[in-house]
């Protein structure tokens, strides 16, 4: 037995309908996916260009236009290292944050650490820079943490990654310094010896004046050049006659 269906004209053109209306979604989604890859394949192209131009700016702008469009960690760990690399340190950790996190890559936690430390942000810095150290000790990073542990007065750790420095920093290592109006370089070991000084120094600020002028004597043999070594040391040797100097005012 043979059984039909009638279909009012109604009910086939609301069916027709939502044919259509499913033609035209997908229709619309292939469209998109088409200028999706012809902007990625602009920007792309457009990124390449800059850099062989070497306009920063244009090659931040690309980096950006390709993350927008098929995000991915590589590229914004890349775009907030240049961000990093052109002093642009707010704008670095505003594009990758600065939580710790244990799937970052190593690109990652550079930006962080170094991006922390130029915006006066020492105890957050300190974790990133651990990281580093953890992942690929070397004596440059002992230096960073050495310096950020004794601004934040942590003076055991300071004195560990200190020891650390003097005993792994080679002959070619070198440390910049910027106090100056021209940038100097001195031996990476010397800047570990300054570090030392300051970290005896104020283990007691009193009783290790001596030790601490002492050891700037004897990093500045080693690198005559080293303007801060003459101002530090100038200061502990007014601090001491400063103390001597109390020390022979009559008591009431």
């Not at 960690?73 to 244990?102: C, H, P």
């Not at 500045?220 to 303007?227: I, R, V």
Request: hydrophobic share 40%; proline share 3%; charged share 20%.
């Amino acid at each position: 037995m043979l059984i039909f269906h009638s279909f009012s004209p109604l009910k086939i053109n609301t069916m027709m309908k939502q044919f259509l209306a499913l033609v035209i979604l997908v229709s619309s989604f292939q469209i998109s996916a088409q200028e999706n890859t012809a902007l990625l394949k602009h920007f792309e192209a457009y990124y390449k260009q800059m850099q062989v131009q070497g306009d920063m700016q244009g090659i931040i702008n690309g980096m950006t236009h390709l993350n927008i469009l098929a995000p991915s960690e590589a590229r914004k760990d890349t775009l907030a290292y240049i961000y990093m690399s052109e002093g642009n340190y707010v704008q670095a950790l505003n594009t990758i944050g600065f939580d710790r996190k244990v799937d970052d890559s190593d690109i990652a936690v550079e930006v962080k650490a170094v991006s922390l430390k130029a915006v006066k942000q020492p105890k957050l810095a300190i974790g990133h820079f651990e990281e580093m150290f953890k992942r690929e000790p070397n004596a440059v990073v002992a230096y960073e943490l050495a310096e950020l542990n004794l601004q934040t007065q942590q003076l055991d750790e300071a004195s560990k990654h200190i020891a650390y420095g003097l005993a792994n920093s080679k002959d070619d290592m070198k440390k910049a310094f910027y106090e100056t109006q021209t940038p100097y370089e001195v031996p990476l070991k010397a800047a570990f010896m300054y570090l030392n000084a300051l970290s005896v120094y104020n283990k007691d600020r009193k009783a290790n004046l001596d030790a601490a002028v002492d050891i700037l004597d004897a990093t500045l043999k080693t690198a005559p050049n080293f303007n801060l070594i003459q101002l530090t040391k100038t200061e502990l040797l007014r601090q001491k006659q400063a103390q001597q100097a109390q020390a022979g005012q009559p008591k009431n």
